[in-house]
Every structure is written in structure tokens, then in C-alpha cells.
């Protein structure tokens, strides 16, 4: 689809044909040096920042028309009483009047390649067409307008570009300044007299309406000079800011395929995370599965199976990460779920048990909703249990992947299947069940039900067993598939 973002800020830039060979199109592909290679989201992001760099460089322009308006006010004059040309209020009014407009159209989004271009043309020609009105405002020759102070103002507006992170506005800036300058002095020389007012002497240029070549020389290398030099700034400051927009982009598509904190991790590490990389911590791990659902699969058209499963996982994941849990993996219809493994807790278990009672007493009333609506309505189950387990990255080099491993883990995908044998809905190992009551965790309702020496597929010895959840009145309706 189409970025329409970068089409309002940008028109030209897709419009341009380099064949064309106009002098606009060979300018627009100069002055927008924005990556076309850039993921879309990411280009929408500068286009957003862009835009609010142009609104700033708008209030700064507002300001500086405010204080030179101020001091011409308050500041005695300097012109002759009897002069009939008074150019700085036309030229403070008329510039007033174009950053007005120009303001508008930027927070509208509306500035496009043409009118930043007018933009820089309109800043450089007012200053250049105020200097050289100097000499008839104050009766002198043309070469009088060449000692005008005025020029410094330049380098603010060169300046000003930089806020856009776009070194060749800033070059374009720098460029026509000193284009500018070099056609006063031009216009000087060629005025009537002139030629005569040139001078090797420093004195007399400094002391008088003379003309040093050298010294007006100076002025343009130094325009050119700090042009070049913020250009460069420029570049490298855009350049750290793609990366850097491309960095939080990439930060944020992780948060949404891996749990927040893993994200942060692998964000964060200080070197690539290499295979192996990984550590050990205390840990829960819980597995949650919906009853029937292979049966449903093999019967329902798979938009009702998707609605089935975003129902579910709409109410499971925010009761999750309310109680600090924290999706290592979907499985089809079920989830992963560690608590204390991506992020050290001291509350690990005691986590585990609330978000298992929670999690059980949400989903059975969404069971209900659906029964009551005549809708496909399956069951749940869950298995907890906790202990050392192992955190790190595992894979080849060419598919890497972030894992929760250990007994822990497997036990907990175990106890789980073995809900539908013991007819429950949840259970956890006691071990688990008792170091949350050391941490703090009390059971809703009073002691849950212990199930002693259970012989459980895949463990190899007995386990004793805290019931969590009782089967619900209709479970034979809903036998595991």
C-alpha cells in the first residue's frame, strides 16, 4: 500500500523523473536524500519529525522577525531624516507575512519540495535585497551596502536548516548565500563608479565605502566553509538518527513476538548474543491449553477457529502480565508462560498460583458467555511447576532463537496434559504450591485439594500434586482431543 505520509511531505520525490533533465527534478532528488529503504513505518516517523522540524524552524524565523521588529522600534534611528526609502519595516512586514503562511502550511503538512525551496530563496533574497537597499536609503554608492553587519544574519538562516537533518538544505542554504553575496559585490563593481572604489589598501577599505576584493572573498569562503561544515554535521547526525529510528522500530516489532523484557534483553546486550549465551535462574513455568480443540479445528470454518482463538488469548494475555507472567511462545491453542525467568523475581511462585486462579476463573466465565450464546465453548488447562531452569539462545547462526528450557518447563507441559486424566482443570506440582506460600501467596477459598505420589506421563518418579482448579459440571461435554 501506498505510504501516504511520505506522499503529503514528499510529493515531488515520487513524482521526479531523473530523465527528465528539468532543473526542479535534478533538485528534487538533491534536496530529499530521505531512504527509499527505509521499512514504511520508519520513514512515516521522520516524516514526522520533519515536519515538526519545520514548524520549529517557523517559530524561530516568528521570533527573530519579533525582536528585529522590537529593537527597530525602541532603537534610535540611523537614517536620514529626510530619507524617502525606508526598507527594513517593508521587508520585516512582508517577511512577517510569508513565515505566517509558511507556519500554517507546515503544521498541515503541506510544505512540500517547492515551497521549502521558495522557503530558503525567500530568507536569503529578503536579506541580500535589504543590504543592497542600504545605499539608497543612506545616499551613498553602491559599494557603501558591502560594510553592512546585516550579512551575519546569513549564517543563522544556514543555521536554521540544520534542524531539518537534511545536509543538502543546509548546502542549498549556503549556496544560494553565498550566489547572494558574490552578485552584490558583482552589483557594486558594475555601478556607476565602481570600479574606481577598489582598493589593495586595508585602512582605506576599513575607513571608507572602498572595495577589498580579498575581504569580500573572505566573506564568501566563510560562508562556504561553515556551510560545509554543518552539512557534514548534518549528514551524521541523519545518519545516527535513521539508525537510531531503525533501532526503536526494531525494538518495537520485537516487543510484539517477544515478551517486553526478553526484548529488552536482546536490544540491549552489549555484544551480538551468540548460540549458547543464556544463564540460570529460579523460575515457573505454567502451560495453558484450551480442551477440544483439535476436534473443533476439524470442524469449523477457520474464521470461527481464529475467533475462538483470539477470544481466549484477549482475556488470558492481560490477566498474564498482571501477574508478571511473561509469554515465552504461543502453541497453537496454547501458551508458555514463565514468571521469574526472562526478569529475576522473589515472588515467582507465589505469581504462578495467582495468574493460574485468575487466568481459571476468567476463562470459565468466557466458557459460560459462549455456552449461553450457543457457541462452540471448550475448556481449559493448565499445569504449573517451578525450579531451576535455563535462559539463552539457541539455534545456528543463521536462526537464532530466544528459549526457556529445563525440567521445570517440561514438567509443567506434562502436568498440564495430565489435567485431562485427573478430570481437573489446573494443576501444580506441591513443591511450586509451597514455595508460593512461603512468598506470600494465599489460596482463594481455603486449601486446595493435594492429589499424593500421582504417576504422571513423562516423569519418572511420583509427584505430589495441588489441584487448582476442579473440573467444571459439564467437562464430558468438552473431553480433551
Known sequence: ??????????????????????????????????????????????????????????????????????????????????????????ALGLYAGFTVVRLVLAYRGRLNLVLRVLSVLVDIGMLMLTIWSFHLQYGQPAAFYLKAPTLLYVFIFIALRALTFAPAYVLFTGLVAAAGWLALLSYALMAEGGAELVTHDYVQYMTSARILIGGEVDRVVSILIVTLVLSVAVARARQLLF????????????????APEVAQQLSAADELLQSGDGEQRQSAAMFIDLRGFTTLASQLPPRELIDILRGYQSIAVPVIHRHNGSITTYLGDGIMVTFGATKASSHYCADAMRCGEALLQALADWQSQRQAQGLPAPGVGIGVDSGTVTCGVIGDEGRLEYAIIGNPVNRAAKLQNHTKRASVRGLASEACFQRACEQGYAPRG????????????????????????????????????
Request: charge should be neutral; charged fraction near 20%.
Open 1 to 90: 500500500m501506498k505510504d501516504r505520509t511520505r506522499e503529503r511531505d514528499y510529493p515531488r520525490m515520487e513524482q521526479t523523473n531523473p530523465r527528465s533533465g528539468t532543473v526542479l527534478s535534478w533538485l528534487g532528488q538533491w534536496l530529499d536524500q530521505h531512504d527509499h529503504a527505509l521499512p514504511a513505518r520508519v520513514a512515516r516517523a521522520l516524516a514526522d519529525l520533519d515536519r515538526r522540524s519545520e514548524i520549529l524552524i517557523g517559530w524561530v524565523q516568528a521570533a527573530l522577525i519579533s525582536v528585529l521588529g522590537a529593537l527597530y522600534l525602541v532603537a534610535p534611528g540611523t537614517a536620514p531624516t529626510d530619507a524617502r526609502f525606508h526598507p527594513v519595516p517593508w
Open 446 to 481: 481455603g486449601a486446595h485439594r493435594v492429589l499424593p505420589d500421582c504417576r504422571v506421563a513423562g516423569v519418572t518418579d511420583p509427584m505430589a500434586l495441588v489441584v487448582l482448579g476442579e473440573a467444571a459440571p459439564d467437562a464430558a461435554a468438552h473431553a480433551a482431543s
Open 243 to 258: 539508525n537510531a529510528v531503525g533501532d526503536q522500530a526494531a525494538v518495537s516489532q520485537l516487543s510484539r513476538f517477544f
